[in-house]
């Protein structure tokens, strides 16, 4: 078990160093990796598929050029996640949101058929209408699974502040939904 | 159920659309090319840079020349002088001696 784990730490290292060095392959593979993760982060903080990956590919072309700076494969995940934040609190700021336009709607998967997906669509639209800081640590928090205390580290926010937007965060969801239902 | 764990369903992860990471590796050549990749050659950059040489080169060499027949010109006069001193003063020194000889002839 220590070999395999051992093995595949290195071999991510050795990744992150061919990537450093130029090869355009193991960018590939480092993006292949985390792409899920930036564009749901994106995805989820806009609820909107073209927005989503237009933020996505950027924050990948800062990382391709932010290499030299990344020291292992902890590292690069951290920073994804803190650079793909602060990108769309940024556009946030920059403009107010448009209006969802119909084409980018997302149909409901295969995955959804079990639960209930209408509620799911629904969640997802509301907290797209959270206050920019509370979505960005909701979809940490339940997207990325983080606890209060690392979503800290990526947000730049006090521990305490971060559990109260998520409690603020819950509560008005909980109150939107029992208004819809 | 509780919404945490509908929250967190609505949250799942997706994939972004088919292609993704070849589009950024793409990008990201695009953007190399301007910022790692050599420099091209081009012929009048060497011409340019020829004729500046040449005329850094040509100015110092008129300089050069400037200076050393200025030098010459000088050199010139101060021979001419120093010709002119010791002809005015063997001119003296023969006139004084036929003064002296007509003297002697008279007495």
Redesign the interface.
């Known amino acids: 078990m220590t070999a395999i784990v051992t093995e595949a730490v290195v071999g991510n290292a050795d990744v992150l160093g061919r990537a450093r060095e130029?090869d355009?392959d193991a960018?590939?593979e480092i993006?292949?990796e985390h792409?899920?993760?930036v564009?749901?982060l994106a995805?989820?903080f806009f609820h909107d598929?073209s927005r989503?990956?237009e933020i996505?590919?950027d924050v990948?072309?800062q990382l391709?050029?932010s290499l030299d700076g990344l020291q292992s494969r902890a590292h690069v995940l951290h920073w994804l996640r803190q650079v793909t934040g602060r990108r769309c609190i940024d556009q946030v700021r920059r403009a107010r949101l448009r209006e969802v336009p119909l084409e980018d709607v997302e149909p409901l998967s295969r995955?959804e058929s079990s639960?209930?997906p209408l509620?799911?669509?629904r969640?997802?639209e509301l907290?797209a209408g959270l206050p920019p800081k509370q979505r960005l640590i909701?979809?940490l928090r339940?997207?990325e699974?983080l606890d209060p205390s690392e979503i800290c580290r990526i947000v730049g926010l006090p521990v305490n502040t971060v559990k109260s937007h998520l409690h603020r965060a819950?509560r008005a969801?909980?109150r939107q939904?029992g208004e819809t239902a | 159920m509780s919404l945490e764990h509908e929250v967190r369903a609505a949250l799942r992860p997706k994939s972004p659309p088919a292609g993704f990471a070849e589009q950024v590796v793409a990008r990201a050549r695009w953007s190399a090319g301007g910022v790692r990749a050599p420099r091209p050659f081009h012929a009048w950059r060497a011409v340019a840079a020829a004729l500046t040489m040449t005329a850094i080169l040509g100015g110092w060499a008129a300089r050069e020349a400037a200076q050393q027949r200025a030098e010459g010109e000088r050199v010139r006069r101060e021979v001419l002088t120093a010709l002119r001193i010791t002809s005015d003063k063997l001119r003296a020194a023969q006139q004084h001696v036929q003064q002296i000889g007509a003297s002697d002839e008279y007495e």
């Open positions: 130029g355009h960018f590939a993006i292949e792409q899920a993760m564009f749901s995805y989820h598929r989503a990956e996505a590919q990948f072309l391709y050029r995955e639960g209930d509620l799911r669509r969640l997802r907290i909701v979809t339940y997207q699974d819950l969801l909980r939904l």
